[in-house]
Each structure stands twice: as structure tokens, then as C-alpha cells.
């Protein structure tokens, strides 16, 4: 149940509010002077501060500032008389959440009071997930001890603290996500919000709306305006996945957000002011996009101030040992399981080249564990498929590499895929659940051709 303090020095007022906010269910304190009030208001036991702005020797702007020192998640309304509204506003700028005016009803109260505490309860759960946020994301949360990972922890340090942009490249499942939120986790924006989007995963026009927002009607579904994911990572960080697989339209407004400090809302003239840490990544060659006419320069310079290029698994095998007793007891605690590896496992593992990297290990333990017998987890458990006991047997067991089993199964997927969707290559790439962008590159690196629809 909430807490609330009143401070107010005439006795019939606040006995009356005291009464008013006890009947609408809440814990009520009082306090009959800015003294008290300042004292008690600062203890931490109270969700919300009601005090009246006009008292003796210490008055509600006291009262304020002594909540706002000690508990920043404490709110405080400030309760004024008529005439009083330059030292209303003036209390709003010192910290108060809202004010309310003499005389009053119930009801008025009881709104004011409501938003509050909603606000109180936010910004405590924020609080709360900022602290989780940070325990989870801190340095030594990050599994490698090679030569790669060491250099790019030293890098995370000294750039975590700017607000440097930053760009992360490396092929899909390396830990670039992993990384950003380790840079925002250990930033003076810690704790605000960090915001990732999937730019691969959301159309273009989607992506528009989603992260500038839209102004009710811009177009068919708006019944009411939006606040974008832009707004809604004001102060903290903003995380683009797959920057790659944007337009070169779109690419052009991110890169004026970027340069203002400020988005306009789809159907909106008026331009509004935000703050945020960018932090991008990619699987692709940027410069190879460039060239292609796929991605603006302009953008890619003013993305490109700090790079990070993740290895793949296969560069740093030295870690692949930690990473797996560490996917191990994760996968043990979420199943409540015992399972152990057989003492094969860490030979076999450093032989498999890992085509999917991290995110293909982590997966690789949490069917092993799920479906493991007698407790022990074999390297066959865990190289299930063809393409990896191919690829773990060696030179000698088999006459083709991994690469070329993977190439050979993509191009077969892509055909098939083409040749049921008569070419088109949008509804192929629906089919396989990749972009059009992707499957475009993936066509060309192959050297597939097809007669068919765009």
C-alpha cells in the first residue's frame, strides 16, 4: 500500500486531507511543520509527499529540497493558495511533480495523487531493472580471456564513458548485442533506457513509424498519435541491430536524427529534440555496401567514429572452453539438471569451426542438456547434425569443408525457394525468413542467377 506524508501547519487542513486520502486507501502520515516535513520526507518511508508551499520558518520548497537530496523516487505535489503560482512553477523546477491549488476537491486530489504515484512506480521499476541491467551486463559477465576479447574489453572501458557512436561489426552470433549493452551498462547512461530495434525484421514504413513516432492520421491505422522509440530512449542508449538492411531513404532521415538531435513524427512538421547514445552493428561489409549504391557514405562516416569488429568463434577457440562450462550451468539452473560433459566433448568442440559462432554454441548445449541420458553429455549429443560430424571428423574423414556443406545448403534452400515462388525474390525471401537485402547478398556471393520476378 502506498505511504503518503502531508505537511502542513494549519491542523484542520491537514487533518482533512490526511482523512480524504485514508478513505481512498491510503497510508497516511502527518506532519505539522516544514521542519518535520523536511525531516520525515527524507527518511525514505514515504511513496509520496504532500506538502503546502506557504508555512513558518522552513516552507514547502524546503521540504522539496530535502526529499529531493536524500530520495530521488520520492515524488512531492505542492499544495499553494490562490495567488501563489509564481512559487508553484518555481517548486516545479526545483523538482516537484506537480501542484495542486487551494481550494480543492476530492477528486482533484485524488487525480493528482493517482499520476503521481504511477510516476513514482515507474520510475522505481526503472530504477530496478537499470541496477538488474547493470549486474548483468558488467565486464566480467563477458566469457573470453583470448587475445581478441582482452583488447576489445580495454576498448569497451575507455569508450564506455564518451558518448562516442559506435559500430560494431562481425558475423551473426558473435555477441554484438552483448557487446553494446556492456557499453551502455558501464556509461553515464546506465541508468536510463536502452533501446534495441531489429532493422531487419521491421518494413521500412514500420520502422519509420516506430522509432520517429507518428501524429494521429498520418496514415491508415493511426486512430491516436505516438511517441517513437527515439523519444522513449531520451537520456539513455539506442541500439540499431542489422543497420545494414535499412534503405537508403531511410538511411537519410536516421542520418539527420543523428546530426540534429532530433526526429519529426511521421505526419509532423514540427521537429522534437532528444538525446541519445547511438550504438549500430552489422554482419555486413559496409564499405562492399557502399560501393554496391546499398548504403550512404555520409552515414557510414558519421556511424564509424568508434569500431568494434567481434571475431569469429573459430579466430578465438581459446574461449570456446570457458563458453561452454558457462552455457553449461546456465542451461543446468534453468532445467534444474545435473548434466556433465563427457571428457571428449572439449577436443571434438575445438575441431568444429562453428558457422553460427556464440549463439550456435549456446544452442548446441541447450538441446544437449535438454535432452540428455545417464547425465552425461557426449561430443555425438552436441554434433548431432551431418554438417557438424562432418565437420568435426577432420581432413581425413571427409572431402569437404564446412564452408562448402554450408554453401551447398544455402544455394539448394535459395533455389528451391526461388523456383517455388517463380522467382520472385521478396516472397522467396519471406519463404526463408530472411530479408530481401540478405537474401540479394547471399545470391550474389553464390553466384545464383534466376530468370524470375523481382
Known sequence: MPK???????RNMRTTLAMMLRGAGYEVDEAQSGEEGSLRGGSGEYD??????RMGAKDGIDVLRAVRETQPLTEVIVMTA??????AVEAMRFGAFDYIQKPFTEQELLVKVGKALDNQRLAGEVAMLATEFKDRYKFENIIGKSRPMREILGRIVRIAPTDAIVLITGESGTGKELIAKAIHANSKRADRMFVPVNCAAITDTLLESELFGHAKGAFTGAVSARKGLFEEAHGGTFFFDEIGETS?????????????SEVRRVGENKPLRVDVRIIAATNQDLQQAIAEKRFRQDLYYRLNVARFHLPA???RRE???DLLTHFLAKYNRKMSSRARLDEAVPEALSRYDFPGNIRELEHMVEQAVAMVQNGVITKDDLLSTPARRESERGPGG????????????????????????????????????ISPTTL???MTRLRISYGGRE
Open 440 to 442: 540479394w547478398r547471399k
Open 82 to 87: 490562490y495567488g501563489t503560482i509564481e512559487s
Open 4 to 10: 503518503l506524508l502531508v505537511v502542513d501547519d494549519q
Open 48 to 53: 509520496l509527499v504532500l506538502t503546502d508551499l
Open 248 to 260: 537508403l531513404a531511410f538511411q537519410a532521415k536516421l542520418l539527420r536524427a543523428i546530426q540534429e
Open 313 to 315: 568463434l573459430r579466430e
Open 398 to 433: 571427409s572431402p569437404q569443408s564446412l564452408a562448402t556443406v554450408v554453401d551447398a545448403a544455402e544455394r539448394e534452400a535459395i533455389e528451391v525457394a526461388l523456383r517455388e515462388t517463380d522467382g520472385s525474390r521478396e516472397r522467396a525471401a519471406e519463404m526463408l525468413g
Open 319 to 321: 574461449d570456446i572452453g
